[in-house]
């Protein structure tokens, strides 16, 4: 099993800044890609950005040029950068994990560890 636990959300003004972090323990070994997805209220849970074990990476449209990710795996943490937010980058921020290897996993169906979420509000 692998446990996941995001730190990071809060508050924050239009064109602020929040670095996500993403703490992997337990049968880490078993992680290939790892991904951060969003799901705000009424809407369905949608892929930010994702990043393999090689460091390729894969973005949303909606945020390409505004968030970052990046994985230490000396630390097995994953980091979601985000700059420039808008109010509808508001969500629940969710880390995920797969074993699965060889392309860009989307689907949350792909995904086979969950983190709890930490909420992100974008508000003046």
């Known amino acids: 099993q692998v446990q996941l636990v995001e730190s990071g959300g809060g508050l924050v003004q239009p064109g602020g800044s929040l670095r996500l972090s993403c703490a992997a323990s337990?049968?880490?070994?078993?992680?290939?890609?790892m991904g951060w997805y969003r799901q705000a209220p009424g809407k369905q849970r949608e892929l930010v950005a994702a990043?393999?074990?090689?460091?390729?990476?894969n973005y949303a449209d909606s945020v390409k040029g505004r968030f970052t990710i990046s994985r230490d795996n000396a630390k097995n943490t994953v980091y979601l950068q985000m700059n420039s937010l808008k109010p509808e980058d508001t969500a629940v921020y969710y880390c995920a994990a797969t074993p699965l290897s060889g392309r860009f996993y989307t689907k949350p169906a792909d995904y086979s560890y969950w983190g709890q979420g930490t909420q992100v509000t974008v508000s003046s």
């Open positions: 990043i393999t074990s090689g460091g390729s990476t």
């Open positions: 337990g049968s880490i070994f078993s992680i290939n890609a």
